[in-house]
């Protein structure tokens, strides 16, 4: 099985669209309305100039070279050295480790060259897989919906 992050690009933008657009998955934060193609685009544009000039860095995750999610970083906050945690498989890639190898790599990724520490990401306590994903990725649970991961 081969895993990888990349960041997003032009030729991801119906991908994003589909899944940012698709409302069974406004309720898992990354996206809470309608997407425009503008608005897709500006992402992508966003996504660019890095996390360092923005707030916020999208990656596709890729099963075997098949688009299979998104990963994101938003809420980026220099000073603290933090950002937040968003991700999605898409239903006919779960339950093969996938989720689990993204968040691996973006924690590495966040460490190694970004330089953020602490990452949290906000879960619903219905949301069983992923609840075991962030604890099993060492995020603890500090309140209510928050789980906050801290590098060492
Ligand atoms: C959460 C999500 C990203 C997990 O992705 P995945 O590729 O299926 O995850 P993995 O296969 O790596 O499994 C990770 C853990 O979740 C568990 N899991 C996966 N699917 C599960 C399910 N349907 N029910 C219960 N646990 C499940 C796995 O068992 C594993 O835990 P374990 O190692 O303790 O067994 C995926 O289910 C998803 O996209 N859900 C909708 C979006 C979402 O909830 N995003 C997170 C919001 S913060």
Same mark, same amino acid.
């Given at each position: 099985m081969s895993v990888k992050i990349r960041e997003i690009d032009h030729e991801d933008l119906n991908f994003m669209l589909k899944i940012e657009n698709?409302?069974? &998955?406004w309720k898992y934060g990354i996206n809470k309305s309608e997407l425009s193609f503008e608005d897709a685009l500006n992402y992508v544009k966003q996504s660019k100039l890095m996390?360092?000039?923005?707030d916020n860095q999208r990656f596709v995750i890729e099963y075997n070279n098949i688009k299979a999610g998104l990963i994101d970083l938003y809420d980026y906050q220099f000073q603290n050295s933090f950002a937040k945690v968003g991700i999605i498989v898409l239903k006919k890639f779960r339950g093969k480790g996938v989720g689990d190898k993204s968040l691996k790599l973006l924690l590495e990724f966040c460490k190694n060259y970004?330089?953020?520490n602490y990452l949290e990401s906000e879960i619903e306590k219905s949301n069983q897989s992923s609840i075991n994903l962030f604890v099993n990725n &060492?995020?603890?649970?500090?309140?209510? &919906?928050k789980y906050v991961h801290q590098a060492i």
């Open positions: 698709d409302k069974s &998955n996390i360092l000039n923005n970004l330089n953020i &060492n995020f603890k649970n500090i309140s209510g &919906n």
